[in-house]
């Protein structure tokens, strides 16, 4: 059974940073693409960031290009998201989950955690 727990979220000013992280169980870690998502209040859930599984190099949207690193450890089955500068647009509840790209564009496997809650204050 996939099982995805995140942390790290908070409360932080503008311009400040984050260190969330996803322990990942019940699929191959190691052997599997994994991303960070995020919904704002009253938006969809939207692609943040993905690590590829055969170089654990990172892609990311463009909101957060420079500012969010994506890394792995797969000993600890664990994905994390650095973030820096951040702004208040970047306030949302953050997700980690498995990731394919199909279609060229990343796309969530499987069902949710509970999320990380992250707000930027102004």
């Known amino acids: 059974q996939v099982q995805l727990v995140e942390s790290g979220g908070g409360l932080v000013q503008a311009g400040g940073s984050l260190i969330l992280s996803c322990v990942a169980s019940g699929f191959t870690f190691r052997y599997s693409a994994m991303g960070w998502f995020r919904q704002a209040p009253g938006a969809e859930r939207e692609f943040v960031a993905a690590s590829r599984w055969s170089d654990s190099g990172g892609e990311y949207a463009e909101s957060v290009k420079g500012r969010f690193t994506i890394s792995r450890d797969n000993a600890k089955r664990t994905v994390y998201l650095q973030m820096i500068n951040l702004k208040p647009e970047d306030t949302a509840v953050y997700y980690c989950?498995?990731?394919?790209?199909?279609?060229?564009?990343?796309?969530?496997?499987?069902?949710w955690g509970q999320g990380t809650q992250v707000t930027v204050s102004s």
């Open positions: 989950n498995k990731v394919s790209r199909p279609n060229g564009h990343w796309a969530a496997e499987g069902s």
